[in-house]
């Protein structure tokens, strides 16, 4: 197979996918992997890698946010870019897993050996994953809930390959802070205020979670709360939902522009280097 693209600088590229280094294993694992849908891997302008289900459902209409803050900020024509995912051609791919290694082999070189690359922008994200329990003074155990102050490093092993990758020249992996997507954005500025009410709407037939949803929505998350206050309410949230279910619905509610919704960081990066930002 061999992938025939123009860089960013218009020239023309035809290169083998053989001579990408790809291991035995990613060789197999791709190979079987590339499915009729997935294959868009290898035909679009640009490429943004996720996790699973909840970041393919939402990234478009948080990547149309990004995107509409990004040209509305004082920026020349030719400085701008597309309106959407869609409109930059990003094929937006769900790996059902953390399988970064396998596929950002064919964008740039992890292996140390020579080897070939595609010449598309490839960005991706990916949890922290952190331990999912402490120990307390007593000795037992209680759940993790990290906050921008008491954050421990993640056991996600694609953690690992961000420093190489984000050294080369078309591709760039981004982690979350603290835990997990949903807890991020839970986390983020007063997303609270939005993701609760979705959550408790698609609950309603349960009687205490409904309740103890109702409650947290009597808080306004847009002013200036306790981390730990807001760490509970997004762990109570990150365990009381159905995440594709939650992201689908979250996602039609955001199609609304006047709903205020914070977009993390390490989202708004992955979209503009998809989308064809240069520079980080």
């Known amino acids: 197979m061999i992938h025939l693209s123009r860089d960013r600088a218009g020239v023309s590229h035809a290169v083998p996918i053989r001579n990408c280094g790809l291991s035995k294993a990613s060789e197999t694992f791709v190979s079987r992997w590339l499915d009729v849908t997935k294959s868009t891997l290898l035909f679009a302008r640009s490429v943004l890698l996720v996790e699973g289900i909840a970041e393919a459902l939402l990234l478009p209409e948080l990547a149309r946010r990004v995107l509409r803050d990004y040209n509305a900020d004082g920026r020349q024509e030719e400085e701008r870019l597309p309106k959407s995912l869609e409109d930059s051609g990003v094929a937006l791919i769900s790996m059902n897993g953390v399988y970064f290694r396998h596929f950002m082999q064919l964008f740039c070189n992890l292996g140390g050996e020579s080897a070939v690359s595609i010449p598309v922008q490839c960005a991706g994200v990916t949890d922290q994953d952190p331990q999912k329990t402490v120990e307390k003074a007593n000795g037992t155990d209680q759940p993790y809930k990290p906050t921008p102050s008491n954050k421990k490093k993640g056991k ?9 990758i984000n050294q080369s020249e078309w591709a ?7 835990k997990t997507f949903e807890y991020d954005l839970a986390m983020t500025a007063s997303n609270l205020n939005i993701m609760l009410p979705v959550a408790r709407e698609l609950r309603k037939a349960e009687g205490q979670v409904s309740k103890r949803f109702a ?10 709360i306790d981390q730990e206050a807001r760490a509970d309410a997004a762990y109570f949230l990150l365990t009381h939902i159905d995440k594709g279910e939650f992201a689908q619905t979250l996602a039609e509610h955001l199609k609304d522009d006047a709903a205020t919704f914070g977009v993390p960081e390490y989202v708004r990066k992955a979209v503009l280097w998809a989308c064809g930002k240069h520079d980080d």
Do not use: K, V
């Not at 760039?172 to 603290?178: G, K, P, S």
């Not at 409650?215 to 200036?224: A, C, R």
């Open 215 to 224: 409650q947290l929505e009597t808080i306004d998350w847009s002013e200036e």
């Open 156 to 164: 996600n092993p694609a953690l690992a390959l961000i420093p190489t």
């Open 172 to 178: 760039r992996l981004y982690a979350n802070d603290l």
